[in-house]
């Protein structure tokens, strides 16, 4: 499976630190996206990462990519407490039937 | 931005009772999924959708059909409901393919089924 699968599993941090979460995945990807979920709701985009880029900004987010190692990584900076919430990566196959296949999460707590 | 609505946030049904959750999406967007969230599962596909009338299976399809009739409108069915099937249920419409672009997910339906 390619599966990714996201590192920690929980983080709490306080508010003004940076949060950094990671990702990695086992084969051959087209591109790598992070999501974010509130408690109840549905994910929400954050940003996608294609193979050959490395790294990508969006506001207080940084992703990385390292293909040679198979990982990304997500960067909050600056967090607040409405960035607690939980972050999945996603990851797209080169495949033509490739699908998109999330991990489990990580459960990021910003306390004020 | 694109919208993606799904008709009830809750719903509990009983065992046996044939089940439909509705999708509807505002942005044209060809491709639609079905999901399932569990904890300690994440999120599985169950089907996707990438044209009127057409449906591919997903990685756990068994037990749950699709209809799209309509492009803005993909449903997903439960035959006969059953206790497994308690979960969250999440639509989601991308513009390409899968993977091919980000996915919108609707807020999600909260299934119980007693």
């Known amino acids: 499976s390619q599966q990714g699968e996201e590192d920690p599993q929980a983080l709490s941090i306080q508010e003004g630190e940076n949060a950094t979460m990671n990702c990695s995945y086992k084969t051959s990807i087209n591109n790598l996206q992070w999501y974010r979920q509130n408690s109840g709701r549905g994910l929400v985009h954050l940003i996608l990462?294609?193979?050959?880029?490395r790294e990508k900004h969006s506001g207080r987010l940084r992703v990385t990519l390292d293909t040679s190692k198979k990982s990304s990584s997500l960067l909050i900076t600056a967090s607040r407490a409405a960035d607690t919430a939980s972050y999945f990566c996603a990851t797209a196959g080169t495949g033509a039937n490739s699908k998109l296949t999330f991990g489990k999460g990580i459960t990021l707590s910003v306390r004020p | 931005d694109v919208k993606v609505t799904q008709s009830s946030r809750y719903l509990v049904k009983r065992t046996g009772e044939k089940v439909f959750l509705e999708c509807v999406q505002d942005?044209?967007?060809?491709?639609m999924f079905w999901y399932r969230q569990d904890p300690g599962l994440g999120l599985r596909l169950i089907y996707f959708s990438y044209d009127v009338k057409m449906k591919e299976k997903g990685d756990i399809p068994e037990g749950y059909s699709v209809s799209r009739e309509k492009k803005e409108r993909f449903s997903l069915i439960l035959e006969s409901a059953s206790t497994n099937q308690t979960s969250m249920y999440l639509c989601a419409s991308s513009l390409y393919g899968i993977g091919g672009s980000p996915l919108h997910f609707g807020n999600g339906t909260r299934l119980t089924v007693t």
């Open positions: 990462i294609r193979s050959n880029e």
């Open positions: 942005m044209d967007h060809e491709n």
